[in-house]
């Protein structure tokens, strides 16, 4: 069969888009980023209890009191789980993309409702726009907009946008033939038929699919945050990273929290900017009975004068208590403010030397962004020059591939750690299990499974193409594509209950100091050479921040320093990875001042 | 001066419909036309409507009468053919001078009321004026005395889904209305509605016709309602029109089986005239009343007769007059003067099987009149 190298011209597409409409791109970039900087400042600005109540009074004008009351428990909910930044994060994204997303898909719905041909050859589109898994369009999409909210709203909106399309078009397809008949037989021109016909009855389907649009923006929230997107999406997707089922369950209850108000909030306003809506409410009030405080609403104006005094207040407190207590005294410092941003992917060794240095930086003033990524949209992050560095990379062999694509736009800041080795290990209650050719013929014992990490790991492929098939265990074995947080739960499980277990590993790991493992021995040496740790930094990272990188090339770490840093990040558990890089120092005192050395000259 | 005339109207849908008319000219068929998937909705119509008169369209569903109403005011546009309104061809107005026509000259009644279900009745007695870009102040006082006309008085506020269909289409009339146009096409107005409203509707329409007299141009399937209202009638079948006449042309002398079959069911009792069936008064004259007077006069006939009516009196009318005495009901013109009887044995015999062309008696000529005497007619 004749293979069709479709892929490769949509790489080389990509590759000519990238070239030649980067001032498109940079445009686009620039608008969503602007709008999302502006919204997020507006939603940030007030305390998280006045921002609560602010959603509440809306809450109570659009749905009564009782809506209000579990509005205002849900968002002091979010903040009392200390997730309200990434909640405004995901609330501005997603208000973003819905604009986005309706400043397009409305027009679009429209003209697909008045031309047979537009309908024909969007609805196609917007089926492929629709069920291409997204992770396909994010990657292409952080190589055009780089990591950050844009990649992840313009997601958003290319998944939300059909819905929006299809409902306006099905809402003014809907409208009864007749009455756009009469408009049309008394004259009326086919742009006021539209404004004053079709638009008003295709309202409710149309506020149905913008509604639509809301949720399934929520959904897409998680999706952006591996490119970095932040947000609530962002915390799951690191909660998931490192199997913090707490984490996630907080921020995925965050998630719901908004989902319902926004869904709630927006099925009402429905019913109130439609003058149908507004009649059926206004008659069910009437007959309603019992309690008059339960069904009263509060009228528009009020509800605005409301709302402008909390946010009023709002703005006073943030006037008079709001600014951050300054670094006050580190003016001196090498950093000076500076803002560096470093990317990781949760590995071990990774996330222990990455929070290892941004305590160090911020300690030398350096104003430090960490965030964690999937590696694909680490190393195009970093390539497009959104991401400084990151400490994780291992080379010549495991992260080849990777180094060979964007090698012209990285810097290669050396070698912090090596010689590290990949093997295989199993549980030292295994006794007779030591080496590699042991595994054979024992499938069985081990329910034919080795349990492995992210496919795209690179000693995976290995496993997969050279140790399996060397040692005659690929018809045995089956090697399962996972996470290595979920290897790691795995391991912990099999190895409470004593069970077979055999796991894909590296040394240096925190595994070996917490379990007691056996790494199966290499006789063919098909691992090859232990790679080194590198530190990789964007093109220009050294020209800019000479120090830094002097820093960065110099840096070293023994095996004892880097598993024992490990090991106590591992005890703090997720989301406290700075303290226990701040306790780990005060073990290891100096070091600092070693790997970063201070500025020599005196400050006035 | 003629108000609205069609001329050799066609309306095909398909591909290469300028084809299919020259084809239908030559004297094709509308199923070998069919054949190629193409659809003659209307083939080749021409009438002409009098200013004040209604004129309906009478035709069963898929008979093409929906689609040459919508070319009368240009929601469809002919194939072939034009349509003349004041003299003016509408056919070849651009779609700006289209518009302007229809919003001041022709208005719309629609099957199902057609009301905008966002707007209070007002609004939507209004919308014609609203259109025509008459201030609100205006429109408001012009939309509320075309409510009154139609009797909707009080309900101005109200919504189209508070009203009953009767009141709804009360409202739809009252927008068509209030825009003074002088044409009302009405499609299958009153189709919707039950029986008996349907009737208080249609009298009404004649009651406003007699205040108003608009052209109008009225589509239905029910031929009953047809020979109420019409003063002339379009009989169509298959696209095309098989029989043009008055009601008593029509009931009387129907131009083909398929008219003849739906006479049938009318009630002829309604539709036919004193006038259409009177004998001359000398076949009375030289004979004996039934107290033994002899009937030398006309005198002496109107004075022996139950009752005296008009030309135009349904002969339903006729019946109690013609129980309570032996003689003959004296017909009469408007001057008092008698121009003809109806013995009861006559009134009987039209009652009967259809009678043939031979048997017809007089052809009458006041269909006009008849519309306008059916007031009469609903008070029974």
Redesign the interface.
């Given at each position: 069969m004749f293979r069709l190298p479709l892929g490769e011209w949509v790489d080389s597409a990509v590759d000519w888009l990238q070239t030649h409409l980067v001032w498109l791109f940079d445009a686009i970039s620039s608008i969503v980023s602007g709008m999302f900087d502006g919204i997020a400042a507006v939603l940030s600005a007030p305390a998280p209890l006045l921002f609560a109540g602010i959603v509440a009074v809306i809450a109570w004008w659009l749905r009564g009191l009782p809506a209000a009351l579990l509005t205002f428990v849900g968002f002091a909910l979010i903040d009392s789980v200390e997730l309200w930044d990434e909640a405004m994060d995901t609330l501005t994204l997603v208000l973003v993309a819905t604009l986005v997303t309706l400043l397009i898909a409305v027009p679009l719905g429209i003209w697909a409702s008045r031309s047979r041909t537009v309908s024909a050859v969007v609805r196609p589109v917007l089926d492929f726009m629709q069920t291409m898994p997204a992770m396909v369009y994010l990657i292409p999409g952080v190589i055009f907009f780089g990591v950050g909210v844009v990649p992840g709203i313009i997601a958003t909106i290319i998944f939300a946008l059909p819905p929006g399309v299809r409902m306006t078009e099905l809402g003014i397809r809907q409208v009864?033939g007749?009455?756009v008949?009469?408009?049309?037989?008394?004259?009326?021109?086919s742009r006021?038929t539209l404004l004053r016909?079709q638009l008003?009855?295709a309202l409710p389907t149309i506020m149905a699919g913008i509604n639509q649009v809301i949720m399934l923006g929520l959904s897409m929230v998680v999706i952006a945050g591996m490119v970095g997107g932040g947000g609530l999406g962002g915390s799951v997707y690191r909660a998931i990273g490192n199997v913090d089922v707490g984490l996630g369950f907080e921020a995925g209850i965050s998630i719901v929290i908004l989902a319902m108000y926004l869904d709630r909030m927006t099925g009402a306003l429905g019913t109130v900017v439609?003058?149908?809506g507004r009649?059926a409410v206004a008659k069910t009030r009437a007959m309603a009975e019992g309690w008059k405080i339960w069904t009263y609403r509060p009228q528009p104006v009020v509800a605005v004068a409301a709302i402008v005094a909390l946010a009023l207040v709002a703005g006073g407190m943030s006037v008079f208590g709001g600014s951050k207590a300054d670094t006050a005294g580190k003016s001196a410092q090498v950093g000076d403010g500076k803002k560096i941003s470093i990317g990781y992917i949760p590995w071990d060794e990774g996330i222990a030397s990455t929070f290892l240095w941004k305590e160090m930086l911020e300690q030398r003033g350096f104003e430090v962004d960490v965030k964690q990524y999937e590696a694909g949209a680490l190393y195009t992050g970093m390539a497009n020059g959104q991401i400084d560095f990151q400490t994780d990379s291992w080379l010549p062999v495991t992260h080849a591939s990777y180094w060979e694509k964007y090698q012209d736009r990285l810097e290669d800041m050396g070698s912090w750690y090596a010689p590290t080795s990949l093997e295989l290990a199993v549980p030292a209650y295994m006794k007779d299990i030591t080496s590699m050719e042991d595994l054979k013929g024992r499938a069985s014992e081990f329910k034919g499974r080795i349990v492995g990490i992210e496919p795209s790991a690179g000693e995976m492929g290995l496993l997969k193409d050279k140790l399996l098939p060397g040692y005659g265990l690929d018809e045995e074995y089956k090697l399962i594509d996972g996470s290595t947080p979920s290897m790691l739960a795995e391991l912990k499980r099999a190895y409470a209950k004593k069970e077979p277990i055999v796991v894909p590993l590296w040394s240096p790991h925190w595994a070996y100091n917490d379990y007691d493992l056996t790494k199966l021995k290499d006789p063919k040496g098909l691992w090859g050479e232990g790679d080194g740790i590198h530190t990789l930094a964007r093109k220009g990272f050294s020209q800019e921040n000479p120090e830094v990188a002097q820093w960065l090339k110099s840096f070293k770490m023994t095996e004892e320093q880097l598993t024992s840093l490990e090991a106590e990040i591992q005890k703090a558990g997720s989301g406290k990875e700075q303290q226990a890089v701040r306790t780990w120092l005060k073990d290891n005192s100096g070091v600092v001042d070693t790997w970063a050395p201070p500025r020599r000259t005196p400050g006035p | 001066m003629s108000r609205l005339q069609a001329e050799h109207l066609y309306k095909v849908f398909g591909r290469r419909p300028d084809e299919a008319v020259r084809k239908l000219e030559s004297g094709a068929d509308r199923d070998e036309l069919r054949a190629e998937g193409t659809t003659a909705a209307v083939i080749d119509a021409s009438f002409t409507v009098e200013p004040g008169q209604i004129f309906v369209v009478m035709g069963l569903s898929g008979s093409g009468k929906s689609t040459l109403l919508r070319m009368l005011n240009g929601l469809l546009d002919p194939t072939a053919g034009r349509v003349l309104f004041d003299g003016q061809d509408l056919t070849a107005l651009s779609p700006r001078e289209l518009r302007h026509v229809r919003s001041t000259k022709i208005s719309m009644v629609f099957q199902h009321f057609a009301l905008f279900p966002h707007r209070s009745v007002l609004e939507n007695a209004a919308y014609g004026l609203e259109v025509q870009g008459v201030s609100r102040e205006e429109r408001e006082v012009r939309a509320a005395e075309a409510l009154r006309l139609t009797g909707l008085e009080g309900w101005e506020k109200s919504w189209p889904d508070e009203l009953s269909g009767g009141m709804q289409q009360r409202v739809g009339l009252a927008r068509a209305l209030a825009t003074d146009a002088d044409l009302l096409l009405m499609d299958e107005s009153f189709s919707a509605l039950d029986p008996l409203i349907r009737r208080d509707m249609q009298d009404q329409l004649l009651e406003l016709q007699k205040r108003l007299k608009k052209t109008i141009v009225f589509i239905t399937h029910d031929l009953n309602e047809a020979m109420r209202l019409g003063d002339r009638i379009a009989v169509m079948r298959d696209g095309k029109i098989v029989q043009l006449g008055s009601a008593e042309d029509i009931l009387v002398t129907p131009a083909n089986d398929y008219v003849a079959s739906f006479t049938q069911d009318v009630d002829r009792s309604r539709v036919l005239t004193a006038g259409a069936i009177m004998a001359e008064p000398h076949t009375v004259m030289g004979g004996k009343a039934a107290d033994g007077t002899e009937l030398r006069t006309p005198q002496d006939v109107l004075a022996a007769a139950p009752a005296a009516v008009a030309e135009s009196t349904p002969i339903i009318d006729l019946f109690t007059p013609c129980s309570q005495s032996p003689d003959p009901v004296a017909v009469t013109d408007a001057k008092g003067k008698l121009v003809g009887v109806v013995p009861s044995s006559r009134l009987l015999a039209v009652l009967g099987e259809p009678m043939t062309p031979a048997e017809a008696p007089r052809d009458a000529e006041p269909a006009a009149a008849a519309g306008a005497d059916v007031k009469k007619v609903a008070g029974v």
């Amino acid at each position: 069969m004749f293979r069709l190298p479709l892929g490769e011209w949509v790489d080389s597409a990509v590759d000519w888009l990238q070239t030649h409409l980067v001032w498109l791109f940079d445009a686009i970039s620039s608008i969503v980023s602007g709008m999302f900087d502006g919204i997020a400042a507006v939603l940030s600005a007030p305390a998280p209890l006045l921002f609560a109540g602010i959603v509440a009074v809306i809450a109570w004008w659009l749905r009564g009191l009782p809506a209000a009351l579990l509005t205002f428990v849900g968002f002091a909910l979010i903040d009392s789980v200390e997730l309200w930044d990434e909640a405004m994060d995901t609330l501005t994204l997603v208000l973003v993309a819905t604009l986005v997303t309706l400043l397009i898909a409305v027009p679009l719905g429209i003209w697909a409702s008045r031309s047979r041909t537009v309908s024909a050859v969007v609805r196609p589109v917007l089926d492929f726009m629709q069920t291409m898994p997204a992770m396909v369009y994010l990657i292409p999409g952080v190589i055009f907009f780089g990591v950050g909210v844009v990649p992840g709203i313009i997601a958003t909106i290319i998944f939300a946008l059909p819905p929006g399309v299809r409902m306006t078009e099905l809402g003014i397809r809907q409208v009864d033939g007749e009455l756009v008949e009469a408009a049309e037989a008394f004259g009326t021109t086919s742009r006021n038929t539209l404004l004053r016909v079709q638009l008003p009855l295709a309202l409710p389907t149309i506020m149905a699919g913008i509604n639509q649009v809301i949720m399934l923006g929520l959904s897409m929230v998680v999706i952006a945050g591996m490119v970095g997107g932040g947000g609530l999406g962002g915390s799951v997707y690191r909660a998931i990273g490192n199997v913090d089922v707490g984490l996630g369950f907080e921020a995925g209850i965050s998630i719901v929290i908004l989902a319902m108000y926004l869904d709630r909030m927006t099925g009402a306003l429905g019913t109130v900017v439609s003058p149908l809506g507004r009649r059926a409410v206004a008659k069910t009030r009437a007959m309603a009975e019992g309690w008059k405080i339960w069904t009263y609403r509060p009228q528009p104006v009020v509800a605005v004068a409301a709302i402008v005094a909390l946010a009023l207040v709002a703005g006073g407190m943030s006037v008079f208590g709001g600014s951050k207590a300054d670094t006050a005294g580190k003016s001196a410092q090498v950093g000076d403010g500076k803002k560096i941003s470093i990317g990781y992917i949760p590995w071990d060794e990774g996330i222990a030397s990455t929070f290892l240095w941004k305590e160090m930086l911020e300690q030398r003033g350096f104003e430090v962004d960490v965030k964690q990524y999937e590696a694909g949209a680490l190393y195009t992050g970093m390539a497009n020059g959104q991401i400084d560095f990151q400490t994780d990379s291992w080379l010549p062999v495991t992260h080849a591939s990777y180094w060979e694509k964007y090698q012209d736009r990285l810097e290669d800041m050396g070698s912090w750690y090596a010689p590290t080795s990949l093997e295989l290990a199993v549980p030292a209650y295994m006794k007779d299990i030591t080496s590699m050719e042991d595994l054979k013929g024992r499938a069985s014992e081990f329910k034919g499974r080795i349990v492995g990490i992210e496919p795209s790991a690179g000693e995976m492929g290995l496993l997969k193409d050279k140790l399996l098939p060397g040692y005659g265990l690929d018809e045995e074995y089956k090697l399962i594509d996972g996470s290595t947080p979920s290897m790691l739960a795995e391991l912990k499980r099999a190895y409470a209950k004593k069970e077979p277990i055999v796991v894909p590993l590296w040394s240096p790991h925190w595994a070996y100091n917490d379990y007691d493992l056996t790494k199966l021995k290499d006789p063919k040496g098909l691992w090859g050479e232990g790679d080194g740790i590198h530190t990789l930094a964007r093109k220009g990272f050294s020209q800019e921040n000479p120090e830094v990188a002097q820093w960065l090339k110099s840096f070293k770490m023994t095996e004892e320093q880097l598993t024992s840093l490990e090991a106590e990040i591992q005890k703090a558990g997720s989301g406290k990875e700075q303290q226990a890089v701040r306790t780990w120092l005060k073990d290891n005192s100096g070091v600092v001042d070693t790997w970063a050395p201070p500025r020599r000259t005196p400050g006035p | 001066m003629s108000r609205l005339q069609a001329e050799h109207l066609y309306k095909v849908f398909g591909r290469r419909p300028d084809e299919a008319v020259r084809k239908l000219e030559s004297g094709a068929d509308r199923d070998e036309l069919r054949a190629e998937g193409t659809t003659a909705a209307v083939i080749d119509a021409s009438f002409t409507v009098e200013p004040g008169q209604i004129f309906v369209v009478m035709g069963l569903s898929g008979s093409g009468k929906s689609t040459l109403l919508r070319m009368l005011n240009g929601l469809l546009d002919p194939t072939a053919g034009r349509v003349l309104f004041d003299g003016q061809d509408l056919t070849a107005l651009s779609p700006r001078e289209l518009r302007h026509v229809r919003s001041t000259k022709i208005s719309m009644v629609f099957q199902h009321f057609a009301l905008f279900p966002h707007r209070s009745v007002l609004e939507n007695a209004a919308y014609g004026l609203e259109v025509q870009g008459v201030s609100r102040e205006e429109r408001e006082v012009r939309a509320a005395e075309a409510l009154r006309l139609t009797g909707l008085e009080g309900w101005e506020k109200s919504w189209p889904d508070e009203l009953s269909g009767g009141m709804q289409q009360r409202v739809g009339l009252a927008r068509a209305l209030a825009t003074d146009a002088d044409l009302l096409l009405m499609d299958e107005s009153f189709s919707a509605l039950d029986p008996l409203i349907r009737r208080d509707m249609q009298d009404q329409l004649l009651e406003l016709q007699k205040r108003l007299k608009k052209t109008i141009v009225f589509i239905t399937h029910d031929l009953n309602e047809a020979m109420r209202l019409g003063d002339r009638i379009a009989v169509m079948r298959d696209g095309k029109i098989v029989q043009l006449g008055s009601a008593e042309d029509i009931l009387v002398t129907p131009a083909n089986d398929y008219v003849a079959s739906f006479t049938q069911d009318v009630d002829r009792s309604r539709v036919l005239t004193a006038g259409a069936i009177m004998a001359e008064p000398h076949t009375v004259m030289g004979g004996k009343a039934a107290d033994g007077t002899e009937l030398r006069t006309p005198q002496d006939v109107l004075a022996a007769a139950p009752a005296a009516v008009a030309e135009s009196t349904p002969i339903i009318d006729l019946f109690t007059p013609c129980s309570q005495s032996p003689d003959p009901v004296a017909v009469t013109d408007a001057k008092g003067k008698l121009v003809g009887v109806v013995p009861s044995s006559r009134l009987l015999a039209v009652l009967g099987e259809p009678m043939t062309p031979a048997e017809a008696p007089r052809d009458a000529e006041p269909a006009a009149a008849a519309g306008a005497d059916v007031k009469k007619v609903a008070g029974v």
